[in-house]
């Protein structure tokens, strides 16, 4: 079964920090670059951190650029986004995504995604 699955998710209150795991299964992971896209309730999605595949390289959208920090450990398979200063206006389910191509701009581009997990709910709130 070749699969990614998201966890980490929560609630957490404005100013907090959370970190969430992206582990992939059935596949060997070093060989994608990996987006974290978000999708807050009623809105689009919006890539909020990419890493390539050797994690050499890293970007954000600017709404967290200073805030979240995306890393992978490849012997783990594993992907995490550590989100620190939460705002409100981060409340969205969170997924990680994994794609042959890396993308420095961050941008969704979901046809050229392989493999998706099912996402993990992250609300801020006081």
């Known amino acids: 079964q070749l699969q990614l699955v998201e966890s980490g998710g929560g609630l957490v209150q404005p100013g907090g920090s959370l970190t969430l795991s992206c582990t992939a299964s059935?596949?060997?992971?070093?060989?994608?670059?990996i987006d974290w896209f978000r999708q807050p309730p009623g809105k689009g999605r919006e890539v909020a951190a990419c890493?390539?595949?050797?994690?050499?390289?890293?970007n954000y959208a600017n709404s967290v650029k200073g805030r979240f920090t995306i890393t992978r450990d490849n012997a783990k398979n594993t992907v995490y986004l550590q989100m620190n200063s939460l705002e409100s206006e981060d409340t969205a389910v969170y997924y990680c995504?994994?794609?042959?191509?890396?993308?420095?701009?961050?941008?969704?581009?979901?046809?050229?995604?392989?493999?998706w997990g099912q996402g993990t709910q992250v609300t801020v709130s006081s």
């Open positions: 995504a994994a794609k042959q191509k890396f993308h420095p701009f961050c941008t969704f581009t979901g046809s050229e995604y392989n493999y």
């Open positions: 059935g596949f060997t992971l070093e060989h994608y670059a």
């Open positions: 890493i390539s595949k050797g994690g050499g390289s890293t």
